[in-house]
């Protein structure tokens, strides 16, 4: 990201196959941080408006479309936010099957992210091409390690990218226990590699620098929060799904398109890895807790730069996992319940790999979207991201344009920022007066 | 180069159109893809992809010959027709799409190159086009140009082939 940094590749940057762009400005007067703003141009996507008037069985297939990177989490928030209003449960190998799906999104998202695009930041490298020149054992791991969690996509997903296989209700097809008992063999070896992840991560050099979070995410009495739970936070919210839109508000600024969400009566917030991490550390397996133990994460962790490792942690978790679920698996009866339409409201709430990504519908009684509300977990990170650009450009504001310009990239990317789901692009630019 | 290439005579050329069909001329790639499978040669697979790069490496890591049509965004003149050889060149980056957590295709050509498994033969056509906002309606220079390029691969497979027919008879 380096070089997209320079003014030469700007106009590209948001030319190109990007969904949109934006950018960050920090403002520096003399030795004071005047002005952060994470600038985003593109107009707003609209998905909440024309979701409006369309089937309720519609909702996975179109909202999945926001997202390359992560349509699973658009389809299972959407499903569950349907099946609230429906009132319906899915079987538990219905359940079990979303799981490894989201699993699946995970360790692709996860390892992209760490190796090609967070990586060489820690290292000083341009990017992935430059690892990759030096580091090829190391990319080609990785690069194995992001298609085993597409090829779990597309065994339970039907493809890769937008799988077509979720439905609300279930699957339009299940697999068989042979489709799936193959991939355990690939997944062992992801989890090896998983943690192998952890180490290396471990031995990057990160900058001193923690804040005073309020970490969201799910919670769940039994397991690691992906697919369902109750929201919590380490200041005291702990509510129901349903009650998201008492406490979280989403503020328009006028710098950007895309909202700003707000925790009410507290302020900016932070959802993603380090989040998760920090509030459901005991639901870890084992393996995933002694790596991080060895990497020395502590139980919970306020560094915004070793979200890395947490990411990894959640590498070794989700590959874990994603074996005691292949091999619990029974292939159902039925692949999906049949539905009844009803009138009422209904909210879903899963962790996408970058956080909690909220959806909520009303529904008319024959099944018609009267209304939609959608709120990634970009827009959620946005005032938190500007606050530790805030907060680290004034720590090292003695430190040389360009290295400060770095590790503020860096400090983005901690984020792993899915701007195409809250609009998109990034530019930063630091004007010193 | 040619004489690398005639192991087995009868594997196709890989043609991979590049884009969002949905941001108008960038579904330029797309297009060509379109219009080549449409054609049904016989030395030419023809596919449409979206431009993970991760998947794009998977996908001619074990290919020979592999041709890739994108859209650029490189300032120049609308309808100006980029080529690059890989094997004579790097990819500049800033011609191809570049995204905050997205792996583009020029990454995807030097990682590939980078770990020895770009294939023997990797080209790359780009067009530059002109409009990238939403709709999927390619812009008229982007449209011709397109049609253009069809042309241009196509002798490029002719030439290939004919190269590796050639040098197999040797």
Known sequence: MKAKSSTKTLKVDYLARVEGEGGMVVKIKGDKVTDVQFKIFEPPRFFEAFMRGRSFEEAPDITARICGICPVAYQMSSSHAMEDVLGVHVDPQIRRLRRLLYCGEWIESHALHVYMLHAPDFLGFQDAIQIAAKFPDVVKRALELKKIGNELMTIVGGREIHPINMKVGGFHRTPTEAELKPMIEKLKWALDVSIETVKLTSTFTFPDFEQDYEYVSLRHPDEYPITEGRLVSNKGLDIAIGEYEKHFQEEHVQHANALHSVHLGHGPYHVGPLARYSLNYDKLTTKAQKAAKAAGLGTSCFNPFKSIIARSVELVYACEESIRLIQEYKRPEKPFIDLKPKAGIGSGCTEAPRGILYHRYRLDSDGTILDAKIVPPTSQNQKTIEDDLLKFVQKNIKLPQDKLTWQCEQAIRNYDPCISCATHFLKLRIERE | ?170
């Not at chain 2, 050329?13 to 016989?42: C, M, Q, S, T």
């Not at chain 2, 431009?51 to 309808?79: N, Y």
């Not at chain 2, 295709?105 to 056509?125: F, G, H, N, T, W």
């Not at chain 2, 140009?145 to 290939?160: S, W």
């Open chain 2, 1 to 170: 180069m040619a004489a690398t290439l005639n192991t087995d005579p009868a594997e196709k050329v890989l043609v991979i159109g590049i884009g969002n069909e949905f941001r108008n001329d960038d579904g330029v790639g797309i297009y060509v893809a379109r219009r080549l499978r449409k054609l049904n040669l016989p030395h030419i697979k023809a596919i449409e992809h979206l431009g993970e790069g991760a998947q794009l490496a998977e996908l001619w890591k074990s290919k020979r010959s592999v041709i890739v049509i994108d859209a650029t965004a490189s300032g120049a003149e609308p309808g100006t027709i980029f080529r690059f050889d890989t094997a004579k060149q790097p990819i500049p980056t800033k011609f191809f799409h570049y995204s905050t957590h997205d792996f583009s295709v020029a990454e995807s050509i030097e990682v590939s190159r980078a770990l020895s498994v770009l294939p023997e033969r990797l080209v790359v056509y780009g067009i530059e086009g002109i409009n990238y906002s939403q709709g999927n309606t390619l812009s008229p220079i982007a449209r011709k140009t397109a049609e253009y390029v069809l042309d241009l691969v196509i002798e490029e497979v002719a030439r290939t082939t004919m190269r590796k027919v050639h040098t197999h008879q040797e």
